[in-house]
Every structure is written in structure tokens, then in C-alpha cells.
């Protein structure tokens, strides 16, 4: 390929012509000069002696330009040629390729978006959030404001929590938004200048609810306001409380949580008339979601940890009763806490699609030395003919080369479609996800570069077979020359493409078991046949001594709707909703100093009506559950998990009727013991749990839990009814149990998801490079199969002539993958929660699969060798 | 590749007279056109810039090489030189050119064998 060097030398050519063309008429000038003539006439007559200049650096520049257009052009075209006329070759490498460039691009840009490229804000490089606590959700607002001012590592210190599915009424129709709540300095600090309007500051903040302000990101000015720069000033209620829009954040500008894009922010000492506890509590009721800032310049992330781990042990001494010191990390803002998971699911998917193009590699190694096999009696001719080893090699990389290129755009544009319907994916209704994965410049570079290097890599297999041809013996021999026995190049490439393929089968498997598993693991309770229903008595003004009253109604009517079985409810959200729970230090109780660090268990703490067990189907193994004579009137009692028992007293049928304190130092009885369950994530160690009776400790917001064997949408319906009979006015948000465990189940899906997908592809690769194989198997060894035909061969032994070799090599690499592919479930088995590689059904799904890709892979070539007609055949040659 | 004085010289003409020059002596294109017109005592008019397509052929296919300089006057000048691929085909184009050249002229001139 002489026109490879020639592009990149070509403008330095161009350069030393131009300048020698200048320095010719230069000379010429000076000549007449010297001769007598002035200068502006000798420059003239310089120019007209030399000629159209032009012209002349024209002509020069085809001299090296139109052979070399002409020879791409040229070996493209014969490149085209050649692959139109095995169309078959062509379609299997192409599509190869297609799907490996594609997973990779996918896998490349979930990397690019989520891990490589930062968050969009000015200097992202020196901005870190700050874990404190076990993980970043347990701070609160006066812990926050003790870490900014007395912390000295940070330039200034922002926070901001989320304030989800509230009402936004802009007059005409309310419509569930999602919302930042920050604090004052949240704009100042992460340096973001208003689009429109202005942005509010620290200034603005004058305690609880004093700036009922509200900034619009550009998104959602954009979707709900239609881009109307009259909205700055104008008045929206949000959950009925009214605030006023002051401005609107820059385009791109999405918060600092990656993945999930908010509609607007409100400043955050507004957050507690929105229903959120008093900004003035410490300890964990109230927590922030992630406090932030950039690190003044020269102050390295560990100078920063050990500072922010110096105040933290302060604030341990100062409040002893609300505080315990915990680790402090940083870490870039972002991901927050889900970091390490999703660069660890990254990391995973980049090994796996790493795979994917090894076996694709592999697949087109071996068709392309089958390839070079074939024709290698063209290109013994050609060779006998006197053409060059070079100019035959240029044709085959040539091939390659166009081959790459093809399928490197059809990657790129499959993996463009998949990215593109990723960022607007919306999988989880309320939550607003947002998968910042724009494919850009850099994705299409790492595309066709990956494809360039798999398809050059793989086209020079060949060379070796070809440099190595003799002419004289290949013609004399026949094309049939070189089907030996012995171990080919080829042959090993199969196996290893087979055992790659076998491993992302197995590890699919797996994973779709793990997420099975999870999906009917025991969860503490029954999602199944249950129907919730959020209800917020705030957002419709009842006060706190109302509450009680009106949530005894609601449970009264459920109960009356048909075919209902048990009715309870529960505050805040129930168990595994949302990743939304709450824990609170329980204490023994002959335990005197109530401080955190003499705590006897963190317990979940869920506040629970009468029959709201029967209602979620949570067995009790102990005692009795609550009655509504359980209230303010009544000792304070609980109902605790056999987790909870067993850490506390011991066992489970000994923890009825003994007492426990909790923080205020209330003396708390245990009526009785249910079954351990799942609460935050499916993934969470046993954790305790306690329920309260919810009259003696009410709150607005709760969910009422339904259960009956009702169709979904009727009983939805009929629910919706009986509240709009107690209330007009009262919205109710009615989804199954199984819809609200989307959010939990969802990190399992969506890598079962990937790893399912992987999987097919490695399917269908090991499904080409079989057919490949066989196919290519049967057509050199056509003549061989006819003779044995004619000779009187049972179909049998022609099948077997024909195919026992692809077959072996079939079970050879699918052994070899199914043990990698054990192997690598461990690792699996971080991610996938309960894949584990023990299970009789992946071992025997993996082996019926592969066999059953084996069987779909020959059965067109097996076809071909059974129609052989040997009278037409032994005449052909 | 047809060029603007085919009218006057025929293809190959140039190239061999460039040729020729450069096997005297190595030179920048601007003495070569000055040599040539001298040496055919500017009966051969050839227009400064056609030199240097013809320069490039030749660059290209190898028979001259070119290295920036500075010249016995003190400029900055891109010498040319004949190379060993260049020596031989001159040779053979001499010898090609002579064998053409006479036997135009044998017909031409029937009677005469001499060359002008």
C-alpha cells in the first residue's frame, strides 16, 4: 500500500514546491535587476518568463495526487468487487463486527458518560462531595453549617437534598415535578451564572420558609414553560405552597447528581414548609443528601479528609447524644455514594464486551483464512501469472480495510440508536433518571479505531498462507489441496471464540437466575395481589390532630370495598420503596447515657396501623400485632423482626413483654415478633426492624397498603373512589406494591438486561463463526463427499465426514467456556445479586444451549452435504 | 498526461534534457532552466514553470533526488541530482531518441543520414 506513506508525505512535497517556485522567481527578479531593470518591472517580467505559477503548482501536485486517488479508488472498487461476489463472507464479517463495534461503543460510552467525563459545572476537577457518616444520606442541616464554617479546606461548602414527585402548579394543572433543594450558596459554589433572571445566594436565606423562591433548569423551562422569558416573577404553587421563579440555570447545567436530571431548585430553608423535618434538629431525623465544594487551591483530597475528620470528632465531643464520629471519605461529585457500584458495573460490562470483540476477532480470523483457503488457487494463478506478493496482499488488506469500515459504521450507528434512546429513557415512573450518554467525537473515534484495529489485526491472518503459496504445487494439487487433519490456525481460533461465547452465555444464564431468585426471595413481606395508596394529608390541610382521625376513616373505607382481604397503613413509604427508610438507635434498657455510641442496634423504624401486617402478609412468629386501642392513651409498645429479638434478647419467643429504650429514652414494650424481610435493598445484609403503632407517633404522609385478589386497575379505581367520598380534594397516588419495587429491582434488571444482551450477542457469534466452519467444511470437501456418495455412503457417515469435526470443536470450546465461565461468576456474583455458578440449571442451560447453537449453526451446511449429487460434481471438474 | 508545450517538445523530451543536465552536473531548477536554454542556444524556448511537473516525474519515479542547500551565490536553493535508476534511463531514452531520431530523419531526407 505505497499510498499510505504518500498521504502523510504529500504536504511536505507541496511545501518544498511552493517554496522552491518562490525562490525561483526570487532569483530570476534579482538576475534582472543586476541586468538594469527596476525592481517592480524585473518582479513583472520574472513572473511572465516563469508562466501561469498556478498552473504550474497545480500540475506538479497531480504528479503525486492522481495515481494515488486513483489507486485507492482503484483498490476499493476491485475490494467491492471481490467481496460483492461472495456475498456470504461479506454479510458474516460485516455483521461480526457490527455487533462487537456496537457493544463496545455502548459499553465505551456508558464509560465516557458515567466514570470519564465529569459533572458539567466550571472546574468539576477540584469540586468534591464530602461522605460523612456511613454513607452521605446522615447529615443534618446544623452539622452541615458546623462542617462549612469551621472546616478550612473547602472555598465554601454547598448542600442539597431532593425533594421528589411534589405537586408543581403553575395555575392550570398540577404536574409531578422533581426538585434540588440547596442550600443558598449552592449556585455560588459550583460557579453557575443564571441563563435568565437570577439565581438565589446566601444572601437570601433568613431562616425557615423566608425565600419561597424557585429556579427552573433550562430542560424544564424549555418542556413545561416552552422557552416564555416572561416567566422569571411569575408565582407557581408547589405542593399548594407558593414560591416565586426567579431564574433559570444555563443549558447543560443538570444538578449534581449524574443520573438524575431535577426540574427545578428551591432554596433549601424552604424545604420544611414542604412537610421536611426543622432544619434545626441534629442527628439523623433531618439528613442531607451530600454537602459539596471545590478545595481551595493546594489542598490536596487527603489534607481535606483529615480536616473534615478533625471537625467531625469536635462535633462527636461537642454533641455526644446526636453524633458518632464515622469515617469521612470525598469523592468526586457526581456518583455520590453509587460510585463505586457503577464504575464497578462499567468495569464488568467493559470485560464482557471486551469478550464480545475478542470473539468477534476470532470469528473473522478464521473466515478470513478460510477465505485466503479458498481462494487461494485464484491467487496461486495470479502468482504463476506473474503478478506481485505485494500487490496480492494489497488487494486482501484492502478488503479488510473496506470490510472494517463498513461494519464499524453500522456499529456506530446501532450503538448511536442505543445510546441516544438510553439518555431519555425513563424506566422508572417519577424517578428522573437521567443517563447522561450523548454519544460525541470521542465515541465515534474509539468506534472505527477499535474496528480499523480488529479488521487489519484479522485480515493479516492470512499473509503468512499467502506469502507461503506455491504456485506450482497449489495448481497442480487442486483446490481440495490442505483439508489435512492436522491442528490449523483456524481451528484454534474457533475453539477460542466458541469458549469466549460459551462464557457470556454462561454468565447471562447466571444472571437472569440471580435476578429470578431475587425477584421471589423472601422479602418480609407479600407484594404480590397489593395495591398501595399514597396519601399526604398536608398537601390538603389537615392539621397534625386531624390526621389520626381521617387515616382511621380511609383504612374503614378500604375495608368496605369488595373482595378486599386486610387493610393497614404505613408512614412514610413501605419497606423497599424508593431505597427510602429510616433507622433510629434503640438502647437496653437498663442503659443510662443515651449517646450514640452505647446504642444496642439501629433498627429500620417503620410506624404501623392495626392489620397493616395481615395487609402486607408479613407472618407473625410471636405475641400479638397492634389494635387500635395502641394509641396515645396506651403504653408505648412495638412489634419487632426475630432479627431484632434475637440481637436484643436473645431469642424470638423470649422477647415478648421485655423493653427496650429508644433515643428520647421512651421505655418501649415488645407485644410481639414478625418475620425477618428485606428494607432498604435486595442486596442488604439481615437488618433489625421495629414497627410502632402509627397513632402514637402520626405523621401526614403515609401509604395505605391494600389487599385483595382484585384486578389491579379495578381495585385502584374503587380505592380512588372510596377517598374521593371522604374528600374531594385529597390527591392519591395508587400503584401495586410489585410497580414501587421497580426502584430496588432495578440496578438487577439492568444488568441482567446487559448481561442477557451479551449474551445473545455471543450467541449469535458463536452461531456464525460455527456456520462459518461448517459451511466452508462442507464446500472444500464437496468432491470427497460426493465420491463417498456415489461409493454408497449412509447419510450418516457423510454427516460425519462432513461435520464431526466442526462439532468437535463445538464441544471442545464450549467445555473450556462453561469453566471459564463458572470461574468468572464469582465476580458475577458482585453485581447480579444471588448468581451464583452452582446451579444445576446454568450448567444444563449453557450445555442444551450451546448444542442447540451447534445443531441451528450446520444445519444449512449439513443440508448441502446431504444434496450432494455426485454425477454433477465429479463432472464439474 | 498531456502538458502545455507538447506542441513544441514531444513527451519525454524534458525529462531527458533535465536529465542530461543534472548527469554534468547537480543543479536547482532555476540553473537548469538556464542551462538548457544556453546549451540550445535558446532555440528551444521552454517556459520556466514547465520545468518543475516535469522535476516532480521525475522525483517521483525515483531517477533524480532533490536536498535543500545553499549555493556557491549564498541562496537557498533545492539542489537535484541524477541517480543511479536516473543514469541508466537516460541511457536507454538516448539510445531509444537516437534510433527514432535517424530514422526520421532516413525518411524525411532519403539520400542524407546526417543530423541537424
Redesign the interface.
Given at each position: 500500500m505505497n499510498w499510505i506513506p504518500q498521504i502523510f508525505r504529500r504536504h511536505s512535497?507541496y511545501n518544498?514546491?511552493s517554496?522552491?517556485?518562490r525562490?525561483?522567481i526570487e532569483?530570476?527578479a534579482e538576475q534582472l535587476m543586476r541586468e538594469g531593470m527596476s525592481a517592480k518591472e524585473a518582479e513583472r517580467e520574472a513572473r511572465r518568463?516563469?508562466?501561469?505559477?498556478t498552473?504550474?503548482?497545480q500540475?506538479?501536485?497531480?504528479?503525486?495526487q492522481?495515481p494515488t486517488l486513483e489507486s485507492i479508488a482503484s483498490d476499493v472498487r476491485l475490494a467491492v468487487r471481490q467481496l460483492r461476489k461472495s456475498p456470504g463472507f461479506t454479510m458474516a464479517a460485516v455483521l461480526t463486527l457490527t455487533l462487537a463495534i456496537g457493544a463496545n461503543a455502548v459499553v465505551f460510552g456508558l464509560l465516557d458518560g458515567l466514570v470519564l467525563r465529569p459533572l458539567n459545572v466550571p472546574q468539576a476537577e477540584s469540586l468534591y462531595g464530602t461522605h460523612y457518616g456511613d454513607n452521605p444520606t446522615w447529615q443534618s442541616y446544623p452539622n452541615y453549617i458546623d462542617l462549612r464554617d469551621r472546616n478550612r479546606s473547602f472555598e465554601d461548602l454547598a448542600a442539597f437534598n431532593m425533594v421528589l414527585g411534589v405537586g408543581f402548579d403553575t395555575g392550570k394543572d398540577p404536574i409531578a415535578a422533581n426538585g434540588f433543594a440547596a442550600t443558598g450558596n449552592y449556585f455560588d459554589v459550583l460557579r453557575i451564572h443564571p441563563w435568565l433572571g437570577r439565581l438565589f445566594h446566601a444572601s437570601d436565606e433568613h431562616g425557615p420558609n423566608s425565600a419561597p423562591y424557585i429556579v427552573l433548569t433550562y430542560a424544564y423551562w424549555h418542556t413545561r414553560f416552552h422557552d416564555d422569558r416572561g416567566v422569571v416573577g411569575r408565582t407557581v404553587e408547589v405542593d399548594k405552597h407558593p414560591f416565586t421563579i426567579i431564574g433559570v440555570t444555563p443549558p447543560g447545567f443538570q444538578g449534581t447528581i449524574m443520573f438524575l436530571a431535577p426540574d427545578f431548585f428551591m432554596p433549601i430553608v424552604n424545604e420544611e414548609e414542604m412537610g421536611a423535618p426543622s432544619l434545626k434538629t441534629r442527628g439523623t431525623e433531618h439528613a442531607l443528601f451530600e454537602s459539596l465544594g471545590h478545595l481551595k487551591p493546594g489542598v490536596t483530597p487527603a489534607q481535606a479528609v483529615a480536616d473534615v475528620g478533625a471537625v467531625n470528632a469536635y462535633l462527636e465531643k461537642a454533641y455526644p447524644r446526636e453524633i458518632v464520629h464515622h469515617d469521612t471519605a470525598l469523592s468526586r461529585e457526581g456518583l455520590t455514594s453509587f460510585g463505586p457500584a457503577v464504575r464497578a458495573f462499567v468495569a464488568g460490562l467493559m470485560v464482557l464486551s471486551g469478550l464480545i470483540l475478542l470473539a468477534a476477532c476470532a470469528n473473522l480470523g478464521s473466515l478470513f483464512a478460510a477465505r485466503a483457503a479458498d481462494r487461494s488457487r485464484e491467487v496461486a494463478l495470479r502468482l504463476a501469472l506473474g503478478s506481485s506478493r505485494k500487490r496480492i496482499l494489497r488487494g486482501l488488506l484492502t478488503e479488510a480495510l473496506v470490510i472494517s469500515l463498513a461494519g464499524g459504521a453500522a456499529g456506530l450507528l446501532v450503538s448511536f440508536v442505543l445510546l441516544r434512546r438510553m439518555s431519555v429513557w425513563q424506566p422508572i415512573p417519577g424517578v428522573p433518571l437521567h443517563l447522561p450518554v450523548t454519544p460525541d467525537a470521542m465515541l465515534y473515534v474509539v468506534a472505527l479505531g477499535l474496528a480499523l484495529l480488529s479488521g487489519f489485526l484479522f485480515g493479516i491472518v492470512p499473509i503468512r498462507q499467502i506469502l507461503g503459496a506455491n504456485p506450482y504445487e497449489i495448481i497442480k494439487a487442486g483446490s481440495s489441496a490442505g483439508t489435512g487433519r492436522r491442528l490449523t490456525l483456524r481451528d484454534v481460533l474457533l475453539v477460542a471464540q466458541i469458549a469466549i461465547c460459551a462464557v457470556l452465555v454462561t454468565s447471562s444464564l447466571v444472571a437472569v437466575r440471580g435476578l429470578e431468585r431475587s425477584l421471589h426471595s423472601k422479602f418480609g413481606f407479600d407484594p404480590r395481589d397489593t395495591m398501595t395508596a399514597g396519601v399526604d394529608l398536608a398537601t390538603a390541610g389537615y392539621s397534625a390532630d386531624k390526621v389520626p382521625a381521617m387515616q382511621r376513616r380511609m383504612i374503614e373505607a378500604m375495608g368496605t370495598i369488595p373482595g378486599v382481604k386486610a387493610v393497614g397503613l404505613v408512614n412514610g413509604y413501605p419497606p423497599l420503596v424508593y431505597t427510602a427508610g429510616n433507622r433510629a438507635d434503640v438502647y437496653k434498657e437498663e442503659t443510662r447515657e443515651l449517646k450514640p455510641r452505647n446504642a444496642a442496634a439501629m433498627p429500620f423504624r417503620y410506624e404501623v396501623s392495626p392489620g397493616y401486617f395481615e395487609a402486607a402478609g408479613t407472618n407473625l412468629l410471636a405475641g400479638r400485632s397492634f389494635t387500635w386501642q395502641d394509641d396515645k392513651g396506651g403504653p408505648a409498645v412495638a412489634v419487632v423482626n426475630s432479627d431484632f429479638a434475637v440481637r436484643m434478647f436473645g431469642s424470638v419467643t423470649g422477647a415478648a413483654g421485655r423493653n427496650y429504650r429508644l433515643q428520647d429514652g421512651t421505655l418501649v414494650q415488645v407485644v410481639g415478633v414478625v418475620e425477618d424481610g428485606k428494607y432498604m435493598s435486595l442486596t442488604e445484609l439481615q437488618q433489625p426492624a421495629m414497627f410502632l403503632p402509627f397513632l402514637q407517633s402520626p405523621s401526614s404522609a403515609a401509604y395505605l397498603v391494600v389487599r385483595s385478589k382484585r384486578d389491579p386497575q379495578q381495585l385502584a379505581a374503587a380505592m380512588r373512589r372510596k377517598v374521593r367520598e371522604l374528600d374531594a380534594g385529597l390527591p392519591v397516588d395508587t400503584q401495586t406494591w410489585s410497580q414501587m419495587l421497580e426502584v430496588v429491582l432495578f440496578p438487577a434488571r439492568v444488568a441482567t438486561m446487559a448481561l442477557g444482551v451479551l449474551g445473545l450477542m455471543g450467541a449469535m457469534l458463536s452461531i456464525t463463526g460455527i456456520f462459518g466452519m461448517a459451511a466452508y467444511s462442507v464446500s472444500t470437501r464437496l468432491r470427497e463427499l460426493g465420491i463417498r456418495m456415489a461409493l454408497g455412503a449412509a447419510q450418516k457417515e457423510v454427516l460425519h465426514t462432513a461435520l464431526g469435526r466442526p462439532f468437535k470443536l463445538l464441544a471442545i470450546g464450549s467445555a473450556a467456556g462453561l469453566a471459564l465461565g463458572l470461574l468468572g461468576t464469582r465476580v458475577l456474583a458482585f453485581i447480579v445479586y444471588q448468581a451464583t455458578p452452582r446451579d444445576p440449571f446454568v450448567l444444563a442451560g449453557v450445555v442444551v444451549a450451546m448444542a442447540l447453537l451447534g445443531l441451528l449453526a450446520t444445519w444449512i451446511p449439513a443440508q448441502r452435504a446431504l444434496s450432494v449429487n455426485p454425477l454433477i460434481l465429479l463432472r464439474e471438474d | 498526461?498531456t502538458?502545455?508545450n507538447a506542441r513544441d517538445l514531444f513527451p519525454g523530451a524534458l525529462e531527458m534534457m533535465i536529465l542530461e543536465s543534472l548527469r554534468r552536473q547537480p543543479a536547482?531548477?532555476?540553473a537548469l532552466v538556464q542551462h538548457i536554454q544556453q546549451r540550445s542556444n535558446n532555440l528551444l524556448q521552454v517556459?520556466?514553470?514547465?520545468l518543475?511537473?516535469a522535476?516532480?516525474?521525475l522525483l517521483?519515479a525515483k531517477l533524480v533526488k532533490?536536498e535543500?542547500g545553499i549555493s556557491s551565490t549564498n541562496?537557498?536553493?533545492?539542489t537535484y541530482q541524477i541517480t543511479a535508476a536516473g543514469l541508466r534511463h537516460l541511457e536507454e531514452q538516448i539510445s531509444s531518441f537516437e534510433r527514432m531520431f535517424d530514422g526520421i530523419s532516413l525518411v524525411l531526407n532519403p539520400g542524407r543520414a546526417t543530423t541537424s
Open positions: 512535497i518544498d514546491l517554496e522552491e517556485i525562490l525561483h532569483e530570476r518568463a516563469f508562466g501561469n505559477r498552473l504550474v503548482e500540475r506538479s501536485r497531480e504528479v503525486w492522481w | 498526461m502538458e502545455s536547482h531548477g532555476y517556459e520556466e514553470g514547465s518543475y511537473p522535476l516532480q516525474r517521483k532533490a535543500w541562496r537557498r536553493v533545492r
